[in-house]
């Protein structure tokens, strides 16, 4: 895929797109109790989901992280199915099982991100190591945060990857932040993508808050394991423009920082630059966002009018071939015989 | 026929999968031109080569979170551990990843984790374990431990069949210690149904794995005295076949529950819950335990024999509850 005005307006609209979501979850309906539990967003990391899972072919595959919905737009998982699923409606692609961007569904090759980070990183050289005994020519791309990254099955994972060489593509989201740490007070290393050299892996830092500049790496990391050269690890500096989740304060991040990368945002990055090399107008500009609005608008309307799984849905799908038993089905047997 | 051990039996249950369907493979430490630590997997290399047979780094957890990628993309993974004892160091792929996908996000995960648990040949702490409970307490899993060649090829074949992540405990004291002939063609034995491995009228012992050889021991001698139990031998701790269990009990009226495990948090626990409420009018005696003792498994022979349930054990108890 090439780097061409239509690639760029795409990646325009998917990135503006991820953020009117999260900013109606974050700020609107978190907050008038429309979505319950965890909510956790990727403001200002847009560009990196976006960017990157734009050029993947049909049978190829993803396991994004909880600040990665522009890779789960990309793959078809519809505005509406995110809201339902952060409603906890039955319409969700978990029907009310699993919170926010947990959620996956093979037929369109998105792996469902658990909360012990890292756990996909194996996971996805699983995914791999299939495509490579079936033949196939395709790869995988999967999103982790710095945070991940100091946890054992990261580095069992992408040593595993490496050494059967599968096409998996390792995308971290460097934020500098794992919910309140620094990413000083997590490794000593300057970069991430440092670690790759351990592995036998290339490994490189970039701009994450430059689509096009992530799309390049990755366009290079996926050719050179679509050619069989095995994994990458590709290091993302961006900067998480918001709290852990909805209910952190984030105020163990100074002020300068979010005022730094304000100036550094990707999606006002690439509307200037298409601005200013007029590949699109103003016009367009403002009709692009009058639609992404109305686009999420029908979306939240829809999915606050699906239903909600019934109670006892709780005892189904545990298993391939039975329920689980309700609590008290004994008792209530053994007082009423 | 000749007679099959146990381990060849668990060998040809998963190299006749391999040949029957392609998407069956096997990654673990060791297992390729070594053949497995114990040589469960002896051979395979040559015939199925290393796409399907592949040796891994000492990563139980990558290599558990691998087989889970390869399930999800439609393929059958068997995953060795190398004992048992290790299936700790993957214990968050199996429980958090393996076991929720289908409830989570509706997607089936159909891998075998499958190793040598166990004691009785003097491994010691981290070579001994039973740590089937851990798996038998996550919902999403269901729990295997053959005790017999046959259970162990059929239920081998059928989990490696099986929608569901299947946790495939062997008994490493019966790899070579017991045979047997085992029939011809392509079978297998279901999960979930449990095998009255003796009938009896008296009491009924529930057990699994090496233990049930143990049952029958003392049934042989107990028989001398007019004494005769039913064993009961559950082949699969999850699902558990309540039906099977309940049936015994209310024909026999009392119970021995005995496990290799230690004894806080091991089945009898729960078995005895069940049996206390489902079939409490049924009972004619107290429901006991015979089971290893809450510590970790020790080394030195002394302790090791102390550690174990022995057949005296259940003769004595068996002797105790029939007088009451």
């Known amino acids: 895929m090439e780097l061409t005005p239509k690639t760029l307006l795409d990646m325009l609209y998917y990135m503006k797109l991820t953020r009117e979501i999260e900013t109606r979850i974050e700020r609107k309906l978190y907050r008038q109790g429309k979505i319950v539990g965890g909510v956790y967003v990727g403001r200002g990391q847009e560009a990196?989901?976006?960017g990157s899972c734009i050029q993947l072919e049909k049978d190829d595959c993803i396991c994004p992280s909880h600040r990665d919905m522009g890779a789960f737009l990309i793959r078809g998982i519809t505005p509406r199915e995110i809201l339902a699923q952060y409603m906890g409606r039955k319409t969700g692609l978990s029907q009310g099982k699993e919170a926010n961007m947990h959620m996956g569904d093979m037929q369109r090759n998105v792996v469902a991100?658990?909360?012990?980070?890292a756990d996909t990183i194996p996971v996805a050289a699983g995914i791999g190591m299939t495509y490579k005994m079936r033949k196939q020519r395709n790869v995988v791309l999967c999103y982790f945060g710095d945070g991940a990254t100091s946890r054992g099955d990261w580095h069992e994972g992408l040593n595993l990857a490496s050494v059967q060489k599968a096409p998996v593509i390792y995308i971290c989201n460097n934020n500098l932040y794992a919910y309140s740490t620094p990413v000083e007070k997590q490794m000593a290393v300057?970069?991430?993508?440092i670690r790759a050299q351990a592995y036998g892996m290339p490994g490189v830092t970039i701009d994450g808050n430059d689509v096009a500049v992530v799309f390049k790496a990755t366009q290079e990391a996926i050719q050179f394991a679509r050619n069989g050269g095995g994994p990458s690890l590709i290091e993302c500096k961006t900067f998480r423009m918001t709290g852990h989740s909805a209910h952190d304060d984030v105020k163990y991040v100074p002020k300068e920082l979010f005022a730094e990368w304000e100036k550094k945002d990707p999606i006002l990055r690439l509307e200037s630059s298409l601005l200013r090399n007029k590949t699109v107008s103003e016009d367009e500009v403002k009709r692009l966002a009058a639609r992404i609005t109305r686009e999420v608008d029908e979306a939240v309307s829809l999915a606050e009018n699906d239903p909600f799984p019934e109670p006892s849905e709780t005892l189904q799908g545990v298993y391939s071939d039975q329920t689980a038993e309700a609590p008290l089905t004994f008792a209530n047997r053994f007082f009423h015989r | 026929?000749?007679?099959?051990?146990?381990?060849?039996?668990?060998?040809?249950g998963i190299w006749e999968e391999m040949e029957r369907d392609s998407s069956v493979f096997v990654l673990g430490e060791d297992v390729g031109i070594y053949g497995g630590a114990f040589k469960v997997t002896e051979g395979m290399i040559e015939r199925f080569g290393d796409d399907r047979v592949i040796d891994t780094p000492i990563s139980e957890s990558a290599i558990v979170g691998a087989a889970i990628g390869a399930a999800l993309m439609g393929m059958r993974p068997i995953a060795e551990m190398q004992f048992a004892d290790f299936i700790s160091c993957a214990f968050d792929q199996i429980t958090n990843f393996a076991a929720k996908c289908r409830y989570r996000w509706g997607a089936g995960v159909p891998l075998v984790i499958r190793g040598p648990s166990g004691g009785g040949v003097h491994g010691g702490p981290f070579h001994s374990q039973n740590p089937e409970m851990h798996y038998v307490h996550t919902p999403g899993l269901k729990v295997v431990a053959p005790?017999?060649?046959?259970?162990?090829?059929?239920?081998?074949?059928?989990?490696?069949?099986?929608?569901?992540?299947?946790?495939?405990?062997?008994?490493k004291f019966l790899y070579r210690r017991i045979k047997e002939e085992l029939p011809e063609g392509d079978w297998i034995v279901p999960l979930g149904k449990a095998d009255v491995k003796r009938s009896g009228k008296d009491i009924s012992v529930i057990t699994y794995g090496a233990m049930v050889h143990l049952a029958l021991e003392a049934a042989a001698t107990l028989a001398n005295d007019g004494i005769d139990l039913e064993v009961v031998d559950l082949r699969t701790l999850m699902p558990l076949d309540k039906e099977r269990i309940l049936d015994s009990v209310k024909k026999t009226n009392k119970v021995i529950l005995l496990h290799?495990?230690?004894?806080?948090?091991?089945?009898?626990?729960e078995l005895a819950a069940i049996i206390a409420e489902e079939a409490?009018?049924?009972?004619?005696?107290?429901?006991?335990?015979?089971?290893?003792?809450?510590?970790?498994?020790?080394?030195?022979?002394p302790l090791e024999e102390f550690f174990l349930p022995k057949t005296s054990d259940i003769i004595r108890v068996a002797r105790q509850l029939v007088a009451y």
């Open chain 2, 280 to 301: 409490f009018e049924y009972l004619d005696g107290p429901i006991l335990r015979i089971t290893a003792p809450d510590t970790p498994v020790p080394y030195s022979p």
């Open chain 1, 48 to 50: 990196i989901a976006v």
């Open chain 1, 190 to 193: 300057k970069d991430i993508s």
């Open chain 2, 260 to 269: 290799e495990d230690v004894r806080t948090g091991g089945i009898a626990g």
């Open chain 1, 113 to 117: 991100f658990v909360s012990m980070l």
């Open chain 2, 1 to 12: 026929m000749a007679p099959v051990t146990y381990l060849e039996a668990i060998r040809q």
């Open chain 2, 147 to 171: 005790s017999t060649a046959f259970d162990a090829k059929g239920l081998i074949k059928a989990a490696i069949r099986d929608e569901d992540p299947v946790v495939y405990f062997e008994h």
